[in-house]
């Protein structure tokens, strides 16, 4: 079945600093995909929505200059959450939409502490 | 009012009972419908889509109520393993907020 794979899984940085986490579909292509954050015990909050070779389109309260999406190919996106702060640290997690595909493709998630 | 609201749970279930969940969405417009499980510290892993016309899986069945605007899921036999959250997806990957369910021996 279609895979994401999702890097680092586990991530831990300083504050102030930036951390950028992959999201690569294996072995399809990802024409739309989906960026999420989880704190605990609570949903799935979708920050932004990129389709590829085009801007992402962010969700309301989501600081577009803060959570720095990428999404160059069709097999690879990226989140940079820059200047990290304590408040960031939440389990990141990407899904994936591509054509010939039933349903999202999740990753495996980044857990992000910000010490 | 929130575009997809779950039952907030939890439901802790004897091994074998039957359980349902529901999850009703505000965009009366959506035209895709998903059930995920989310193990513990996992990520989320489709579980079933909802046709209109309702659709089974061996112990799970899901439906769609377009005029109330809901979808349910069944769940029968409960087993060990269904411990999870459950969470509806509507339209364009709105999730609800997850039932927790527990299955206990």
């Known amino acids: 079945g279609a895979v994401v794979s999702q890097h680092p899984s586990r991530v831990i940085c300083k504050s102030g600093t930036s951390v950028k986490i992959e999201c690569r579909s294996l072995?399809?292509?990802?024409?739309?995909m989906f960026w999420y954050r989880q704190f605990p015990k609570q949903s799935l909050m979708l920050m932004a929505t990129?389709?590829?070779?085009?801007?992402?389109?962010?969700e309301q309260g989501v600081e577009k200059d803060k959570f720095l999406i990428n999404h160059a190919s069709l097999t690879l996106s990226t989140l940079t959450v820059t200047s990290a702060h304590p408040e960031d640290s939440s389990f990141y997690i990407c899904?994936?939409?591509?054509?010939?595909?039933?349903?999202?493709?999740f990753g495996s998630g980044t857990r992000l502490t910000v010490v | 009012r929130k575009e997809v609201e779950q039952d907030p749970g939890p439901f802790n279930v004897p091994e074998g009972a039957t359980v349902a969940f529901n999850c009703t969405y505000s965009?009366?417009?959506?035209?895709?419908f998903f059930w995920y499980r989310q193990d513990c510290r996992k990520e989320p892993k489709l579980l079933m889509s909802?046709?209109?016309s309702g659709n089974e899986d061996g112990r799970f069945t899901a439906q769609l109520n377009r005029a109330s605007q809901y979808i349910s899921l069944l769940i029968r036999d409960s087993k060990l393993s269904d411990s999870a959250t459950y969470l509806c997806?509507?339209?364009?990957?709105?999730f609800g907020a997850g039932t927790r369910l527990t299955v206990k021996p």
């Open positions: 899904s994936a939409l591509g054509t010939g595909v039933h349903g999202y493709t």
């Open positions: 072995d399809f292509q990802a024409t739309t």
């Open positions: 990129s389709n590829e070779g085009s801007k992402a389109t962010y």
């Open positions: 965009n009366s417009a959506s035209q895709s």
């Open positions: 909802v046709y209109s």
């Open positions: 997806v509507v339209g364009d990957m709105r």
